[in-house]
Nanobody
Framework: QVQFVESGGGLVQPGGSLRLSCVAS????????MAWYRQAPGKQRELVGI????????NYADSVKGRFTVSRDNAKKTLYLQMNSLKPEDTALYYC?????????????WGPGTQVTVSS
């Protein structure tokens, strides 16, 4: 059974940083392209960043380029999202999932997500 457990969210002031983690199970993580998505209240879920199985290719939404970094540890079956210079518009529920390059085609079951709130 494919499962994702996201963690690391919280309340942070504008300009602050957070590091999200996603532990995956139930499939071959090391051979899967993985992605982070987010969904803000009243908005559709959107792609944040995507990384291929070997970490060679990485791509980001324009809104987070230069501020967010996606990485992975295949031995730990864990996906990471380092978020710096956070803005109030980054407030959302963040999810990870399997995906197909260049992104926008998630194909696993969604986990519970982790809430990120950026506010002063």
């Amino acid at each position: 059974q494919v499962q994702f457990v996201e963690s690391g969210g919280g309340l942070v002031q504008p300009g602050g940083s957070l590091r999200l983690s996603c532990v995956a199970s139930g499939f071959s993580f090391s051979t899967s392209t993985m992605a982070w998505y987010r969904q803000a209240p009243g908005k559709q879920r959107e792609l944040v960043g995507i990384i291929t199985f070997g970490g060679v290719s990485i791509n980001y939404a324009d809104s987070v380029k230069g501020r967010f970094t996606v990485s992975r540890d295949n031995a730990k079956k864990t996906l990471y999202l380092q978020m710096n210079s956070l803005k109030p518009e980054d407030t959302a529920l963040y999810y990870c999932n399997k995906d197909r390059w260049p992104g926008g085609s998630p194909w696993g079951s969604w986990g519970p997500g982790t809430q990120v709130t950026v506010s002063s």
